[in-house]
């Protein structure tokens, strides 16, 4: 197929990258700064093309249980919301993550806590990477910089998910669910049929259709010794996670004495920074987290060796800066700049933050 | 090349579309382009502005702090932007509702008085498209070609019998806009 | 005679049905919940649902329904059953898909989520099982505790200033235009399992007609949690839970039924 370039918002693209990569299902309830989603998909009408259901659920709570229901029978199923939405499904999310179930979860973040406001943010880093529900699990987060990352990490994310049976967060800030930019959308991946959905995924539960034992997805296990087996397989998974699914981007590391550290479109602008810094003789790089769990903890640790001084950047109060030191481990200092209440800081004013608090 | 605009005013004066048109047609340009709009209530009726970065090259931060060219709708915009573009950079301003006019001489600085003609014009709906032909004038960062093909792009079928009027309009725009320093 | 001699096939006059498996049950003796359990099995097998059937269990005395009917199975969150169930159903429209929810399930922690499904009409169908006391945790008030009734956490009994009245969460439902079907039973006495088993059927019927959500009440007793025998428990049912919940059916029609063609295709 001709790649044809257009022009959309970030999330346009994740409507329209889930209609294109096979998705069975989408189920979510209006909220800003992501409601376009939805909207897409409905104007798109997939239910006549690809056979998508789209459905427009009385809460996120319920949205985030259709998931459950949905991912339960193996389909590729999503939901998106932002923050206080988020903050209501994540009773569903911990089920899911217990019961190994994969699903997509897009989170496009506005400022918190409470109800906060509706421009930008990157405050639920914590809620994502740590586990926002109860129990200890842990979710895939990709996090996109640019409206074609936020196509391509929808297809990328279910992969994750059915690869690992774990739920994925695609976890943007507002700016790139706004933003328009140039995107190429993914080639037409059609739906699986029943036959491969049972091939697939042979825990499912459409019906036992022929096979001898029945199955139950749950994630009740009221014996100790089975719920510690359930714990102990769930680590074994996140460590196998750990292991191979980091992802991050660098820009001038190779020479860097410091290293900005910035995920989403905090990222971008802090490339602008760099660009401002490099100017002026201060030789500096950028580490972009793609992951943000699993976190690049041993990138960070080998640029420990070479920098002296990481810089994060978070619209928030600083979430991911423990991350960041945790890996450092106290070796080289790490300086923190963060905006709140939806204020985006410039590449200028992220520069002299730097110069202020690193170059002494 | 590489031109940061930003475009503000009041909501309902096709602010956001004309950065859209602008994107668009730098998009057919084969040029990298960003549209980031400040977005929420202020949509309807408050200050709209959106910022529009067409490059030749990949373009990190699509916010900015200064700006190559500011078009300006309003005063508060005027207001803002003003100080904020940078030295020898360009500010079109329609001076229709405003009370003070630019001061800044280290900048080239347009007027294009598209409110009036617009309604003298009886053509309100197109006003956007007369600010748009006033830049392209003064700065013809795309083609017209390209605006025109953008637009039909991206208006649906039923709307194609309104390009005549919006290519008019550019027309319009380029005659109306002056320097003023 | 010899047991031998009677365990022969052209003896048989009542077998369990193969949909139930062979776990035992942990429900109370006494409970309704074992004999509902048997019917809707039955009814899968009569209709020969059963490789097509997804059940969804609730939190509750019934969390472990899905030891017992031998299909498959989707445990839910505490109340969110009737949400879990529209996608099982919306994503595979040739399954027959039901909820099986208690009256804290169903209509206190799940209210939100029960009413909107009835409301969009999903083709589903949901059992609904009303003992008024939350049996499972210890025999605390349920929306559907009825008025100076005791339990744990209304000691001196259900007092309308401190918790309000019983809800009668199925008349709510009979009242949405996505409802077709919904009837209050009771497995009490062999002419009402009788006549309760015909409405599971009814129910499971419908949803394979698309005619809308079909909501069966069973007004049931909880004997442990009433500190009753068994027979007591039914009597008591018979004298209290009965007049303030109803048996019969309250609303039996398709969904929609209540609006004209011109409502129901309205264009603005």
């Known amino acids: 197929m001709a790649e044809e370039v257009k022009l959309m918002k970030g999330n346009e693209a994740i409507a329209h990258a889930a209609i294109r990569c096979g998705c069975d299902g989408y189920f979510g309830y209006p909220i800003t700064p992501q409601s376009e989603v939805m909207e897409t998909l409905m104007a798109q009408k997939p239910w006549e093309t690809t056979g998508m259901v789209v459905l427009q659920a009385e809460s996120e709570t319920s949205s985030i249980n259709m998931v459950y229901g949905g991912a339960a029978c193996g389909k590729k199923v999503m939901t998106s919301s932002s923050s206080p939405g988020v903050s209501l499904m994540q009773e569903g999310v911990s089920y899911i993550a217990c019961a190994e179930l994969p699903c997509l979860i897009v989170n496009v973040m506005r400022g918190g806590p409470g109800l906060g406001t509706i421009q930008p943010s990157q405050g639920d880093y914590f809620q994502t990477t740590k586990g926002g529900g109860h129990g200890d699990y842990r979710l895939i987060t990709l996090s996109p910089s640019t409206v074609q990352e936020m196509a391509d990490f929808v297809g990328l994310g279910f992969d994750l998910a059915f690869k690992y049976q774990t739920p994925s967060v695609l976890l943007a800030d507002g700016v790139i669910g706004q933003m328009m930019e140039k995107i190429v959308l993914p080639d037409f991946k059609p739906r699986r049929t029943d036959e491969e959905v049972r091939k697939e995924c042979p825990w499912g539960t459409m019906g036992k259709n022929g096979r001898k034992d029945r199955n139950v997805v749950t994630s009740l296990a009221l014996e100790s010794e089975v719920m510690q087996e359930t714990n102990n397989r769930l680590q074994a998974k996140y460590k196998a996670i750990e292991e191979n699914e980091v992802r991050f981007e660098e820009h001038n590391c190779e020479d860097a004495e410091y290293v900005f550290v910035a995920f989403g479109s905090v990222a971008r602008i802090c490339e602008s920074a760099m660009e ?14 793609i992951t943000l769990w699993p976190f690049p903890t041993k990138e960070i640790q080998r640029l420990t060796k070479q920098v002296k001084g990481f810089m994060d950047v978070e619209l928030n109060c600083g979430q991911m800066v423990e991350d960041v030191r945790l890996a450092v481990n106290g070796q080289v200092p790490v300086g923190f700049y963060g905006r709140q209440g939806g204020i985006i800081p410039t590449a200028e004013e992220i520069a002299e933050a730097f ?3 690193m170059v002494k | ?18 950065g859209k048109i602008l994107a668009y047609a730098g998009l057919l340009q084969g040029k990298e382009v960003t549209w980031m709009p400040a977005y929420g209530p202020e ?19 699509p916010l900015l702090q200064s700006y190559d060219v500011a078009i300006v709708l309003n005063q508060p915009s005027m207001d803002k932007f003003e100080p904020r573009v940078k030295p020898g950079g360009m500010l079109i301003y329609d001076s229709n509702g405003m009370t003070r006019k630019p001061t800044r001489t280290d900048i080239n600085v347009y007027r294009v008085d598209a409110t009036d003609k617009a309604i003298e014009l009886n053509q309100q709906k197109t006003f956007n498209m007369m600010v748009l032909g006033g830049l392209l004038h003064v700065d013809p960062v795309v083609e017209i070609e390209n605006v025109m093909l953008g637009l039909k792009k991206s208006l649906p079928e039923r709307h194609h019998k309104l390009l005549p009027a919006n290519e008019a309009a550019m027309k319009v725009g380029a005659d109306l806009i002056v320097k003023e320093n | 005679m010899t047991p031998e001699e009677i365990i022969k096939p052209e003896n048989l006059v009542y077998g369990r049905t193969k949909v139930l498996t062979d776990n035992i049950m942990h429900y109370c003796p006494g409970c309704s919940h074992g004999v509902i359990h048997k019917l809707i099995a039955e009814v899968i097998e009569e209709m020969g649902i059963q490789d097509t059937t997804v059940g969804v269990s609730p939190v509750g005395c019934s969390v472990f329904a899905y030891n017992y009917l031998d299909i498959d199975w989707q445990e839910a969150a505490h109340g969110r059953a009737c949400a879990v169930a529209t996608a099982i159903k919306r994503l595979n429209p040739e399954t027959n898909v039901f909820t099986y929810q208690g009256d804290g399930d169903m209509a206190a922690i799940g209210t939100a989520e029960t009413i909107h499904a009835c409301n969009r009409g999903e083709n589903i169908v949901i059992f609904f099982v009303n003992n008024a006391i939350y049996g499972m945790t210890g025999g605390q008030m349920a929306p559907t505790t009825l008025i100076g009734m005791k339990t744990v956490t209304c000691p001196y009994g259900r007092n309308t200033d401190l918790n309000g009245f019983p809800l009668v969460i199925s008349d709510i439902l009979a009242k949405l235009d996505g409802t077709c ?25 419908n949803a394979q007609a698309k005619k809308g959500t079909s909501v069966v009440e069973f007004v049931s007793a909880c004997n442990t949690g009433w500190k009753k025998t068994p027979i007591e428990a039914n009597a008591w049912m018979e004298e209290h839970m009965f007049p303030k919940y109803p048996l019969g059916d309250i609303k ?14 309205a264009k603005y």
């Open chain 1, 355 to 357: 110069k202020a608090q």
């Open chain 3, 181 to 205: 079907y919904v009837t209050r039973q009771s497995v009490h006495t062999n002419a009402a399992t009788i006549k309760a088993k015909k409405a599971i059927r009814k129910a499971f019927e």
């Open chain 2, 1 to 18: 090349m590489k031109r940061e605009i930003i475009i503000a005013g009041f909501g309902g004066q096709g602010v956001l579309s004309m």
């Open chain 2, 43 to 61: 949509q309807r009726g408050g200050t709209a502005n959106v910022t529009v970065i067409l490059s030749d090259t990949r373009i990190s931060s």
């Open chain 1, 276 to 289: 401002i810094l490099r100017a002026e003789g201060h030789k500096v790089g950028v580490l972009r987290p």
């Open chain 3, 252 to 265: 039996d029609t398709v969904k929609g039924s209540q609006l004209s063609d011109e409502e129901k295709n």
